[in-house]
Each structure stands twice: as C-alpha cells, then as structure tokens.
C-alpha cells in the first residue's frame, strides 16, 4: 500500500514538472524576478523597496521549492546532476539564498540573482539547443578567431609602418593599429581614419577595403557558417535520437502486444480443454 501511494505520488510529480502550464509558470516567475533586480536600481519609495524584497524572497523560495521538485522528479537522482543545466539552475538557487545584508557575500549573492535571468535558458529547450550548439561551436570558431587575429597583426603591421607619420594616436604601434583596426572592422567612423590617410597615400583605400573585405565578409560568413553547420548535425542527431526512442516505444508495445495475445491464447486452449473434458 505504502509503495502504491509511494508510486503515485511520484507519477503525479512527474505530471506536474512536465506539464506545459507549470513550465509557463517558471518562465513567468523569472522574468518578474528579472524586473525585480532592473526596478531594485532606481530610486524608488521605502513601501515600494520594501514590496520588492518581499516579493525577491517568494522568488527565491519558489525556486528552491521547483527545484526540488524536479529533483524528486527524477527517477535517476545521480543522472539528475550529470546534467549541466541542471547543475546550473541548483548553484543560482543556492546562491540566490545567501542573505543580502551588509556582508562580504553581498557582491556574490547580488550577481547570482542577477544571474537568475539565465534560468529562461535552461528552462525554455530551444533556448538551450541554441547555448548548446553554440558551445559545441567555439573550437572550431576559435581557429577562424586565431586566423583574424594574425590577419589583423599583418594589417596593424603595414599600417604602423606607413600611417604612423599620419597619426600617431592611431597608428603609432602595433598594439594601437590593431584598436583602430578594430574600429574600423566595425565601421566605427571608419571612414575618417580613410580620408585621414588617403590626404599623404591616395590609395591607401585600397588598404581599407582588403581588411573589411577580409575581416566583415569572409570571417564573419565563415563564423556563421560553423554555427549553422553545428546546428544542422545537432538537428539531425535529435532528430535521430527521437526516431530511436519512436523505434524503441513501438518494438515496446508489439512485445507487450504479443505478450497479451500469448496469455490469452492460453486462456482460450484452457478453456477449449476444460469444455472437452466437461463434454467427456
């Protein structure tokens, strides 16, 4: 009986946590406590601070309260934190019960319940499938950001060499040639440290238009291109898992099926012997 009602009660959890109500609920708790750390940096009245700290403390322990209901929710209690974002979600929540008071902490715990906002990544799936993609993504994207840089000190060598005498603020060394290099690969008035220097070099735009060309188009393309590849295979390997776990199910329900019809042609032969021994 106590392993019945045991069982149940889990099974009504695991309704709970699942249900699409409950994860909107989540979703609109993290952005009231969003709001409440945006409206704790202006300067508002004693009753109205006073009604957000309330308010920031029910935030706090509904999250402990969810959080621990996803817990028991798990049938794996392990596999539970074998998930990162489940690790995650229990550091902000741990953190965010820190007390807020006049400590050495205040710092920490002020940032974790800023950090409470990131809480719609790992509640929301297709939010997460974006982190995850985009993680997965960062070797790759990191040899594309090596081959920028040395394309950027090549650029920010030439341009020391020749347009220091031009401008020595923006051109006086390498490291300060690569900051302007920077600003106009962001075409952050970039056109007026052109015009600067086409008055000594007139083709110097010749200069400008190979580092955008190289550095706005091709990199950034090739930064795109990564992240959509990545997110294509990802795609697919969910989209593999799911007609694995659709296979599984399905092999599943024929065993249980075929189960069913063995039994019940047992029962029929049963039944069959025992009208012939009755008609006997």
């Not at 708790?29 to 109205?48: D, E, F, Q, R």
């Not at 741990?94 to 807020?100: D, E, F, R, T």
């Not at 020749?162 to 603020?169: L, M, R, S």
Request: glycine share 4%.
């Amino acid at each position: 009986m106590n392993m019945s009602r045991s069982g149940s009660w889990l099974a009504t959890l695991k309704r709970v946590e699942r249900s699409a109500w409950f994860q909107g609920f989540i979703i609109t708790i993290i952005i009231i406590a969003a709001l409440t750390v945006g409206a704790k940096t202006y300067s508002l009245p004693y009753g109205i601070n006073v009604a957000i700290n309330y308010l920031d403390n029910f935030i706090t322990v509904f999250f402990l309260v969810e959080i621990s209901l996803r817990f028991f929710a798990c049938d794996d209690k392990r596999r539970f934190f074998s998930d990162p974002w489940n690790i995650f979600d229990t550091i902000i929540v741990v953190g965010s019960l820190l007390p807020v008071s006049e400590t050495e902490m205040i710092l920490v715990a002020r940032l974790l319940r800023v950090f409470r906002v990131l809480r719609l990544v790992s509640i929301i799936p297709d939010l997460r499938y974006l982190i995850n993609a985009l993680l997965k993504a960062i070797p790759k994207m990191g040899y594309i950001a090596l081959l920028m840089f040395i394309i950027f000190y090549i650029f920010a060598a030439v341009g020391s060499i020749f347009f220091h005498q031009v401008n020595e603020t923006l051109w006086g060394d390498i490291a300060i040639s690569m900051l302007t290099l920077f600003r106009v690969a962001t075409f952050e008035d970039w056109t007026d440290v052109m015009y600067e220097t086409m008055t000594v070099y007139p083709f110097s735009w010749i200069f400008y238009i190979i580092f955008i060309f190289l550095t706005a188009f091709v990199f950034l393309n090739m930064m795109v291109g990564v992240v959509l590849d990545v997110m294509t295979r990802e795609t697919a390997q969910e989209e593999h898992e799911n007609q694995e776990n659709h296979h599984h199910a399905l092999v599943t329900q024929i065993s249980e099926l075929q189960a069913q019809v063995a039994r019940l042609a047992d029962k029929i032969v049963v039944v069959e012997l025992a009208g012939h021994f009755n008609k006997g």
